[in-house]
């Protein structure tokens, strides 16, 4: 049987580790790093291991020695978080520490077998700067020798980084063809982007669907996949709530959707298991509606600050509910998107949990939305797949 320390003694084995996170801290708070990841990265020729810890929307990171890297992670795992996901080339692995005895580990095929090493941005760009992509001529972010218009420059950083985002999930999904889902594509600058990023980067064959309301706006979408050929892009008019696609849908997107249209792709992509979820919410009304708590009217008694509290419980919940049934969840940055100033990425893949774990959070969960009055839509749809714990 596999144990920690040998688990992390393969961190300075070259090719061996290709990355690692650390999760559930033993004491949350503020200034306590939500997780830790590490990855292998070059610095100055030689392997190094960056740790970078997640404070909410801030980060701060640490270029360490494999050996002190190995030290540290085994210091703070058990002691201060919970869980650990640990891939090497051979497997990942998944510790589960914090009680008495050994740490239980459990493993399932590699996800990341390959050691990628970087350190600097500017080469792990998801778009070739001075390189033309038909989509972004077509859509006037770059002339057709691939000059970045410069009125465009911004959207291109929202493009660039969405894709960095989306980079991060390739290594879950299956090989062969991918079914992707895009629901309420809109103008579909990032499922252009998205669609690049598959076939052109990485050379994959996509069954890409954009799904939204407006007749005019899918016209104008369809009619740019023709001109640009992006084969395997196809969108229709159609509504979120009652769209099914059947089976085997490898990656859902909703990046437009608003209030609880949102919840209701996060739904749809639960019950596809799908392989990666990539979800920015905005408008979200429905909690703020609900939101009564005496101890904080100070706080709820001003429409700006209610509305961002609202904003960040309705997130929470969210990324909760979708570790109950069954997924891995990162609350990540990203640049705004034009229709709106929301800046929250929720990105999800699936992950296995014990049973004791799944009841200790499910009954955070039913504690932090009584307290606060709430019922999210997403509980209510999910309903017949949270433990019970989480349920009213």
């Known amino acids: 049987m596999t144990s920690l320390d040998a688990l992390l003694d393969r961190l300075a084995e070259p090719g061996a580790f290709t990355g690692a996170t650390l999760s559930r801290p033993a004491r949350p708070g503020a200034e306590v790093p939500q997780r830790i ?42 002691r201060s978080y919970r869980q650990a996901l640990i891939h090497l080339a051979d497997g990942d692995f998944q510790v589960l520490a914090g009680g008495k005895g050994e740490p239980k580990i459990l493993r399932r095929p590699a996800t990341r077998p390959d050691q990628r090493l ?36 911004d959207k291109l950083r929202q493009i660039d980084r969405f894709c960095e985002l989306v980079e991060h999930v390739l290594p879950r999904l299956p090989a062969g063809p991918l079914r992707v889902v895009d629901f309420g594509s809109g103008r579909s600058y990032l499922t252009f982007a998205l669609h690049h990023l598959l076939t052109a980067k990485h050379g994959r064959e996509v069954d890409m669907l954009g799904l939204d309301l407006k007749a005019d706006v899918v016209r104008e979408c369809e009619s740019l996949a ?4 992006a084969r395997g892009l196809r969108f229709e008019i159609g509504d979120i709530a009652g769209y099914e696609a ?31 979820i990539l979800a920015v919410p905005c408008c979200q009304h429905e909690l703020n509606r609900q939101l009564e708590s005496a101890p904080l009217r100070p706080l709820l008694r001003h429409g700006l600050l209610r509305d961002r509290f609202a904003a960040e419980v309705t997130d929470a919940a969210r990324a909760r509910l979708l570790e109950l049934v069954g997924y891995d969840v990162d609350v990540v940055e990203i640049v705004p998107l034009e229709h709106t100033a929301k800046n929250v ?23 932090f939305v009584d307290v606060l009055s709430v019922s999210p839509a997403l509980e209510g749809m999910l309903g017949d797949l949270l433990p019970a714990a989480a349920r009213r």
């Open 37 to 78: 990841t590490a990855d292998p990265v070059l610095a100055r020729g030689r392997l190094r291991v960056r740790l970078r810890r997640h404070f909410g929307t801030r980060t701060a990171d640490e270029i360490l020695e494999p050996d002190a890297a190995r030290r540290l992670l085994g210091e703070l795992l058990g």
């Open 118 to 153: 970087g350190h600097d941005r500017s080469k792990r760009r998801s778009l070739a700067p001075g390189t033309p992509a038909p989509f972004l001529v077509a859509l006037g972010v770059q002339t057709p020798d691939g000059r970045v218009r410069a009125e465009r420059r």
């Open 226 to 229: 023709r001109r640009i050929d």
């Open 246 to 276: 059947g089976p085997d849908v490898d990656m859902v997107v909703s990046l437009h959707a608003c209030d609880t249209a949102t919840d209701a792709a996060l739904d749809r992509a639960v019950r596809w298991r799908a392989k990666a």
């Open 345 to 367: 990425l929720l990105r999800a893949t699936p992950t296995v949990r014990p049973p004791a774990v799944l009841g200790s959070m499910a009954a955070e969960y039913r504690s």
